[in-house]
């Protein structure tokens, strides 16, 4: 059974891409009329400044993009210029840039499972998810088990405001 029907079945749905001309699947000597616009949603990424370039940043990356989507990764200081936002979407990592994209001042633990807005370079509203930082998710099991479901509820969020 194919895969996207299964997904259908359960309620899930998948997330469908256009390929361009330079994309590496297709042959030259392939019509023009195949070949049609590429559109990946990207997601930025906001961590705080020390939790940039850690492994457990890199792997968060990798499993954001296995969902089908690139990836625009900001260090807090250099994402409160929104015009460095390009993405569809926000996911901000830890309590100073949860705070600031949410113009709240709760603890990240009241912040998580909340939908907020902010704009891009565009001046489109985008949602904006908050998880927890990276210190915090390292050494819990539960904590990146919560992350984890902040980033399927992120796709979710994302699946629904593209339909």
Request: charged content about 20%; hydrophobic content about 40%; aromatic content about 10%.
């Amino acid at each position: 059974m194919n895969k996207a029907i299964l997904l259908k079945e359960m309620g899930i749905s998948s997330w469908k891409t256009k390929v361009t001309a330079e994309h590496p699947m297709f042959n030259s000597n392939e019509p023009e009329s195949v070949m049609t616009t590429q559109e990946f949603p990207v997601w930025t990424l906001i961590f705080e400044e020390d939790d940039v370039h850690t492994n457990l940043s890199n792997n968060i990356q990798v499993v954001v993009q296995n969902f089908g989507v690139k990836t625009q990764i900001l260090p807090f200081q250099v994402a409160k210029n929104s015009a460095k936002i390009q993405g569809d979407l926000v996911f901000c990592f830890g309590q100073t840039p949860g705070q600031y994209f949410s113009g709240e001042t709760n603890p990240v633990e009241d912040l998580r499972e909340i939908l907020f807005e902010t704009s891009s370079v565009n001046r489109d509203e985008i949602p904006v998810i908050i998880s927890y930082c990276l210190k915090q998710i390292q050494g819990s099991a539960s904590k990146k088990k919560q992350l984890w479901e902040d980033l399927i509820f992120a796709r979710n969020v994302y699946l629904d405001t593209m339909s």
